[in-house]
């Protein structure tokens, strides 16, 4: 935490509001830099990039709005200039799209699996493992929306996609974490044994 | 700002069908005012959209909790401030 920031400095490339409000958002921006790139290192760039980004470009941030919206598309930028570089975005994943729509005809199933589980205390690990195994154009939105709490039209501003396509993003993503995670509590025997008499 | 798909005709009761299309623009506080109403309404009045919006809260607040897995690494973070150090901040 930046507790000194120096009031009398006025440069416009050192804004002393930079540290308190930017620097605190920084698990923010690297928990969406994880989602969009699998690769640790990768979002480690994308998130010192971003942040030397948006130091250099702080003039166009506007007060009063929501810092981390900011610092999202920055981080998003970066990570598309990225990787023109590397290869081209993968296209949507339609296999993705079936599991998650099977996963959807399967309600009954994965409800019941996850209804039992989802007040346990210890579930984060197996959400954020979870979440990592999401096909990229579902996990950003997933986390965006979830994790980071942002509006439908925060997300599709972000991502540079219609709300429209962040509404059906984050169903289908939603119904694939809630399937695979209900796979995991049946696998790693979480349910208890007996059918009822859980409790309350 | 009105979501173009699920819409019940403006002051029609919502179904089964529409509620559950909307739910999770229900959940999220996407919906505007009149259906947002309409549908808490269907909600609180029909067991079975109920449960299935309980489940899908309780489902999106385990989601929310597990946001704390995942933190900027102590190294990341040290190195983004000297980063920003060189380049004036603080200085
Ligand atoms: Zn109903």
């Known amino acids: ?49 971003a942040y030397l980004r948006a130091f250099r470009s702080w003039h166009t941030f506007q007060p009063g709005t929501d810092i981390r919206r900011w610092l999202f598309t920055i981080a998003r930028n970066v990570f598309l200039r990225s990787r023109e570089r590397g290869q081209r975005e993968v296209t949507l994943d339609d296999e993705q799209s079936a599991v998650a729509d099977a996963a959807q005809a399967q309600e009954a199933w994965v409800r019941g699996g996850l209804d039992p589980i989802l007040d346990r205390t210890d579930l984060g690990p197996a959400i954020s493992a979870a979440l990592a195994q999401l096909p990229e154009s579902f996990r950003a939105v997933v986390v965006l929306v979830d994790l980071e709490d942002q509006p439908y039209e925060a997300a599709a501003e972000v991502l540079g996609i219609p709300v429209g396509t962040v509404r059906s993003r ?31 | 700002m ?12 919502v179904d089964c069908k529409a509620a559950l299309e909307s739910l999770f623009e229900f959940l999220d506080g996407e919906l505007d005012g009149s259906l947002e109403e309409r549908l808490k309404a269907h909600v609180h009045e029909c067991r079975p959209c109920f449960e299935r919006a309980d489940f899908e809260r309780r489902f999106l607040a385990a989601v929310q909790a597990a946001r704390t897995e995942e933190r900027c690494p102590k190294a990341l973070r040290e190195r983004v401030l000297s980063t920003l150090r060189a380049e004036g901040l603080g200085a």
């Not at chain 1, 984050?170 to 008499?197: C, E, I, M, N, T």
């Open chain 1, 1 to 49: 935490m930046m507790t000194d920031a120096p009031g009398a400095d006025t440069r416009p490339t050192a804004p002393p509001e930079f540290s308190a409000a930017a620097i605190a958002a920084m698990d923010d921006v690297y928990r969406f830099a994880r989602s969009l790139t699998r690769d640790p290192s990768d979002a480690e760039d994308v998130v010192q990039d």
């Open chain 1, 170 to 200: 984050l169903f289908r993503g939603r119904k694939l974490l809630q399937h695979s995670l209900a796979q995991h509590a049946r696998d790693a025997g979480l349910l208890p044994a007996r059918p009822s008499g859980s409790p309350a």
């Open chain 2, 2 to 13: 009105t979501p173009d798909h699920a819409k019940p005709t403006t002051g029609a009761e």
